[in-house]
């Protein structure tokens, strides 16, 4: 039996720096298009404090690209990308649209997500293919009028025609989105190509292995969100080798002794990931940290979005920024803007490191992320520990 590859924690963790383009000038190359091939997700979230967190994730890799060009690079006509249900709601290649088949399948069977569909969804169908692409807006709106899960009928029946792959989204206007025939936003060498449910699930494994670098089951599970039958399915792929994932061993993950504990992208165990660490502020949704567990398992780092915890609960702020600096989380930032000024509402460094060995990459992420968003100036509004504030305040 040829013996397994044995990464210790910290190869584990280079490699999947590397996967997620965030050493190295080369992971650059290529702009927004090729990041987003590199990721094979991008997830979409409504909340914008510096920026929206498919923004943040581009600025995370690439560096101060301009938000109208990441924009025009996620949403192209004609289209490069598609809005599906991957890790969550996120931007996916176009070139994928096939390998979700199987997620398209299962909701048509299930005919339910968070609503009832409604009866007249046919006629949905109908005004969409003989007005052309539209916004909810065009149909009557998206709310009731109560809170933001009370959609209308309207807006419920949009998104099952999205959901079973009658619909597709494109682009967006005004972060509202475009509803469009799949027939006509979708290339047709792709629309017709309907792949088995074990052909989807093999060929989005690789995909999630080679995103993740190294990645254990429950990494994997996280990343494309299956259950039952398809999550046995990945099994399967993964034992079979069909997925063309390698098994390793990472010390200090979870799993028994002298069997794989995690699977690796072969091309990644081929050399060593080399070039300079990304200093950067990171989305909450970014696919580095988005699997909590993964996030403390490779860097030690316990995260919780503190967002949905009421606020006289809070520890570390609102919208909590991890900061990466030198391969490592080394702390967090809940940030704000206030005019030109970016401010910290609260910062931190992880217990343990040190204001004179990281303090200069502290003020390098602040800094890069305020001239990003158009601020000059940086306040802090409260620091742990306190000697930072006057430090990282300054150019």
Sequence with gaps: MTPLPDLTADEARRIILRAQGLIGADARKGGVHTMLRRLGAVQLDT??????????????????????????????????SFEYWCHAACILPIEHWPLYSFRRRAYRERRFRWHEVPDDVDKLLEKVRASGPLTTSDVGGAKNGGPWWDWSDSKIGLEWLVDIGELVCTRRVGWRRVYDLAERAVPAGLLGDDLSDEECITRLAAVAGRSLGVA???????????????????????????????????????GKKGLANAWADPAALASDPRGRHRTTLLSPFDSLIWHRGRTERVFGFRYTLELYVPKHKRVHGYFTMPVLAGGRLIGRVDPAREGTTLVARQLSLEPGLSSARWADAMREALWSAADWVGCDSVRVDRADPPELAPILTTT
């Design 47 to 80: 909340i914008s404090v510096l920026a929206r967190s498919h923004e943040l994730v581009a600025y995370a890799r690439l560096g101060a690209v301009g938000r109208p060009k990441i924009e025009r690079a996620y949403w192209h006509n004609p289209a490069q």
């Design 216 to 254: 254990n089951r429950t990494d994997l599970i996280d990343f494309l969100r299956l259950k039952g039958r398809h999550a046995t399915i990945l099994d399967e792929v993964l034992l079979s080798g069909a997925a063309g994932l390698a098994p390793v061993t990472v010390t200090g993950w979870p």
